[in-house]
C-alpha cells in the first residue's frame, strides 16, 4: 500500500497520504478539506534491517563511493 505526497494547491500544505487502489481523487487536504491537491513525485525508500535504503541510485547521497557510514 503506497504512501503518497500531496500538496494542497488551496492552502499550501505538503501532506502524506496512505492510498489504497485508484483512490487517490477522494483524497482532502488534512488542513483545509479541500479536494484542490496535486501528488508529488518523491523519492522511493525501503526499510531493510532497520536502515532506510534508497531505491533511486546505487550507493548513497552522503557520499560519492557508497562506502561511507551513512551507506550501510
Do not use: D, H, W
Not at 485508484?22 to 487536504?29: F, I, L, Q, Y
Not at 478539506?33 to 533511486?56: E, H, M, P, T, Y
Amino acid at each position: 500500500m503506497p504512501i503518497y505526497e500531496f500538496e494542497c494547491e488551496e492552502c499550501g500544505k505538503v501532506f502524506e497520504e496512505l492510498v489504497l487502489g485508484s483512490n487517490a481523487s477522494n483524497v482532502k487536504c488534512k488542513n483545509c478539506g479541500s479536494q484542490k491537491i496535486r501528488k508529488l513525485i518523491s523519492q522511493v525508500a525501503f526499510k531493510s534491517s532497520g536502515k532506510f535504503v534508497s531505491a533511486s541510485s546505487s550507493g548513497c547521497s552522503g557520499c560519492s563511493g557508497g562506502s561511507c557510514s551513512t551507506c550501510k
